[in-house]
């Protein structure tokens, strides 16, 4: 299995509060992604990076907003967590050569009560 | 921006049988790469196969292959001899600056 983890697996907070999903990976990669997939559907990218320092918006509009400040971490942060951010957020790396593979991790399933 | 469109929600094979599954996307970039991707039940997502858009060679992956059409931004992806753990979503993703993925197909296995 690929060597990127996130952390919680699964949580459930209640409106306002503020979380910070991890992300973690070993293998050095340049890149990193969030993805937010609601079960069953499709991805949509929210978050990347190329590299330390380095972050962009993706094509999905979201509150969160990630810092790359090493290569192996990319936190995403949700200031005041809202019902309408439930859903699952998916965490992927790749080397920074265009067309490499993403490996992903479990990702977090989110629920605001 | 590149969008990736996959028509079919759902798909269904008998076990030891071949299923298509199409991708088609929009880009006006001429370097790129297609990928398939595989999420099983509550598990990882994980690479299926991978063609380089400058290549006309289809790519091959064991059961797995692809008929890809530059012209027409196409992109489908065959199973070949399907098997009870092929049953997942399959994923089409365009990969240039960002990957972006299409709406998926659920596949499922009968036996």
């Known amino acids: 299995e690929a060597d990127i983890y996130q952390t919680p697996r699964y949580l459930v907070i209640g409106t306002g509060k503020k979380i910070t999903l991890e992300c973690s990976q070993t293998?050095?990669?340049?890149?990193m992604y969030w993805y937010q997939q609601d079960p069953g559907m499709e991805l949509h990218l929210i978050h990347y990076?190329?590299?330390?320092?380095?972050?962009e918006k993706g094509d999905l509009s979201s509150e969160s907003t990630v810092s790359r400040i090493r290569t192996e971490h990319f936190p995403l942060t949700l200031e005041s967590a809202r019902p309408s951010h439930t859903s699952q957020y998916l965490c992927?790396?790749?080397?920074?050569?265009?067309?490499?593979?993403?490996?992903f991790g479990q990702g977090t399933r989110l629920t605001v009560v | 921006a590149q969008t990736v469109t996959q028509s079919q929600p759902e798909m269904s094979v008998q076990e030891a049988e071949t299923v298509t599954l199409s991708c088609t996307y929009d880009?006006?970039?001429?370097?790129?790469?297609l990928f398939w991707y595989k999420q099983p039940p509550s598990r990882q997502m994980i690479l299926v196969i991978r063609q380089e858009a400058y290549k006309q060679q289809n790519a091959t992956e064991n059961r797995f292959s692809v008929n890809f059409q530059k012209a027409a931004k196409s992109f489908s992806l065959k199973i070949s001899d399907s098997q009870l753990g092929d049953a997942a979503m399959y994923f089409c993703a365009y990969g240039a600056q960002k990957l972006v993925f299409g709406q998926g197909t659920r596949l499922t296995i009968n036996p």
């Open positions: 990076s190329y590299g330390v320092n380095s972050t």
């Open positions: 992927a790396s790749s080397v920074g050569v265009w067309g490499s593979e993403a490996f």
């Open positions: 880009t006006s970039e001429s370097d790129y790469y």
């Open positions: 293998m050095g990669h340049d890149k």
